[in-house]
């Protein structure tokens, strides 16, 4: 039976990257790859944009890793943002930056990403096993020896596992590379959502799905304190709310809402004005509009789908004229545009989330070769490892250098 010098397991974006390296190193590298064909999932990432990586400097991409985004010095240091933009440059694959420092293909495909993949892979002449569902995982005399449920075996003296996590589980995601880590001894992290919607508790919400609330500021409020949230758009939606802000805060929101149950989210529809400007600029307009009624005058305010349900909700009568508004109105007005309260009741499950946090513990694996620590000659590339970083191309960043690194590493 031919013995491979390297089995890489998953063929996402990590799983890619290792099986590449490690051929240009002269290895011989099979590639097993659960479905039809590679990068399912990466054909998904950022609506089919792919949001490939960021311009960020390594010490922001260790930030957004949180506590233990250090983890990741060696792997970023290694194989850097802008190694994998050269990379797909050096394939014909121009890139272009967006806001906040996220690179796309210049030509907004993930496709695009994917056939720079299948081409260098072929390129390098790795072997691609389609298909192939691991089963078991065992280790014998320095060699592993890989089964599939339909019983197909291949051994090797080196094994990359880079299935990913448990999101987005029809391309391939379930968690089988987990199980197989657990079954070698390895302790595997609590698995929270990572980059989900949230639910709330409003059915007035509910029925405004679709409604984006553009440029808020908003705060999630939970035992008497105060979480300042960056600020952004809110997508309202049939079940809460979702949108950039609150996708990539979401990990840090499910964590408290752990810890303290229901949350509330305060949304600030006037963030560039103090409250003493905004009840001065209320007190000047009811004064020169006084026979507008609320409803008309708070179009300048909110969007027009919501000033009813806001209204009701305070509750003050829409068609009341605004000389007829009383000081005790207008405050609550005022308090309603800088802090909507919104109640966060849960989210929507792990199967539903961008992301996987949680995995195979980072204490167990070496960050400057990926290599277990339990386990000799057994690798740990993407989202599999413990945690996950925000949203903006650090996710992606994270599985490709950590694949090459993998991948890099000596036999």
């Not at 990403?113 to 320095?142: G, M, T």
């Not at 051994?155 to 987990?178: E, N």
């Not at 708070?298 to 009701?312: A, C, V, Y």
Request: glycine share 10%; with cysteine; hydrophobic share 35%.
């Amino acid at each position: 039976m031919k013995i491979y010098d390297i089995a890489v397991v998953g063929g996402g974006p990590a799983g890619c990257m290792a099986a590449i390296r490690a051929s240009q190193l002269g290895k011989k590298v099979i590639l097993m790859e659960r479905n039809e064909k590679i990068g399912h999932k990466l054909l998904l990432t950022a609506n089919g944009r792919c949001n490939l990586t960021n311009t960020a400097s390594i010490k922001v991409f260790m930030e957004k890793f949180g506590k233990r985004g250090s983890f990741y010095r060696d792997a970023f240091s290694k194989f850097s943002n802008h190694d994998l933009m050269d990379f797909f440059k050096t394939h014909d694959l121009e890139l272009k930056e967006e806001e906040e420092g996220r690179v796309f293909p210049i030509t907004e495909k993930a496709e695009s990403v994917v056939d720079v993949l299948i081409n260098v892979l072929d390129e390098y002449q790795v072997r691609i096993l389609y298909n192939y569902r691991l089963k078991h995982l065992h280790k014998r005399s320095k060699i592993f020896k890989l089964s599939s449920t339909d019983n197909e075996v291949v051994t090797a003296h080196k094994v990359i596992l880079a299935t990913g996590g448990v999101t987005y589980g029809f391309t391939g995601s379930t968690g089988d590379g987990l199980t197989i880590a657990e079954l070698l001894g390895h302790h595997v992290t609590e698995l929270k959502p990572g980059g989900v919607p949230l639910r709330t508790r409003e059915a007035w919400v509910h029925r405004l799905k679709g409604v984006t609330l553009e440029n808020v500021g908003l705060s999630i409020g939970y035992g008497g304190k105060k979480l300042s949230l960056p600020q952004g758009n809110l997508l309202l939606t049939h079940f809460g709310v979702s949108g950039p802000v609150i996708l990539d805060m979401s990990h840090d929101i499910v964590g408290l809402m752990e810890k303290h149950g229901d949350l509330k989210l305060y949304i600030d529809f006037k963030p560039g004005l103090k409250v003493e400007n905004l009840g001065a600029q209320l007190m000047d307009d009811f004064n020169k509009h006084t026979k507008k009624s609320v409803k008309n005058y708070l179009k300048i305010h909110l969007p027009n789908s919501t000033i009813i349900p806001i209204l009701n909700n305070i509750p003050i009568d829409p068609e009341k004229k605004l000389n007829q508004i009383t000081k005790k109105e207008r405050l609550k007005l005022q308090e309603t545009l800088k802090a909507l309260p919104l109640t966060i009741n849960g989210h929507l499950p792990l199967n539903k989330a961008m992301v996987t946090c949680g995995g195979v513990s980072k204490k167990e694996i070496d960050p400057r070769t990926m290599e277990s620590k339990l386990v000799k000659g057994l690798y740990f590339a993407g989202e599999i490892i413990a945690g996950c970083g925000r949203r903006g191309g650090y996710n992606l960043q994270q599985a490709f250098s950590t694949g090459y690194v993998a991948g890099d590493s000596d036999l």
